[in-house]
């Protein structure tokens, strides 16, 4: 089988790459206990996404893909993907408005929030985007602004190819944009760009 690593999480874990948009609050301390939400005090949609991101967050891959649609769900199969995230810790979430844009669809807002490599708090703003299916509410695809300036990247789940498509692009993007910073760089860093005194 093909382990493909967060083909969902994408935009939230493997996407956050250099130059993804984000803001970091250096020592910003944790919600406390009283703040934090739960799925008890959410429903709908909100509370399948709370459902979902917690079981990212403490890295059950199992409930992860239970939380998917249907279609979601037998898209990956026939593509023998496995959908693996690496748990966290550190990791928060706080899940904002619902809007409903029919009977059986929603989006819901939210912002996840972790340490990047230098133990800063890194906050990204994700769209969700929900079905109503018999068994409930269930993940359908995400939006994100990856890189600042562009659009929000839409992954649609129940599409895996094109996320894989999305994911091979975006790293492409991250590359030629790194490149394009340590050239720049270099450039400012040469003698004939000092000044001369």
């Avoid at 008890?40 to 939380?67: I, S, Y």
């Avoid at 026939?78 to 929603?106: C, I, R, W």
């Avoid at 190819?161 to 340590?182: M, S």
């Amino acid at each position: 089988m093909r382990r493909q690593h967060g083909w969902i999480a994408l935009a939230m874990l493997a996407m956050c790459v250099a130059g993804c948009r984000g803001s970091q609050e250096p020592g910003e301390a944790p919600a406390s206990a009283a703040e934090e939400q739960s799925s008890a005090q959410l429903e709908g949609p909100a509370a399948a996404v709370h459902e979902f991101l917690e079981a990212v967050r403490a890295g059950d891959d199992d409930k992860v893909v239970r939380m998917l649609t249907t279609t979601a769900r037998e898209k990956s199969a026939e593509m023998n993907l496995v959908t693996a995230f690496p748990a966290s810790d550190t990791a928060e979430f706080t899940v904002g408005q619902v809007q409903y844009l029919a009977a059986d669809g929603a989006r819901v807002a939210c912002t996840w929030s972790d340490l990047d490599e230098n133990s800063r708090r890194k906050n990204d703003e994700v769209l969700w985007i929900l079905r109503r299916e018999p068994s409930g509410w269930r993940i359908a695809g995400m939006a994100m602004t990856v890189f600042e300036g562009e659009p929000p990247l839409l992954l649609n789940f129940e599409d895996p190819e094109e996320v894989l498509r999305k994911r091979r692009l975006v790293r492409e993007e991250a590359i030629r944009r790194a490149r394009q910073g340590r050239s720049r760089a270099q450039k400012m860093a040469s003698p004939e760009n000092s000044v001369r005194r």
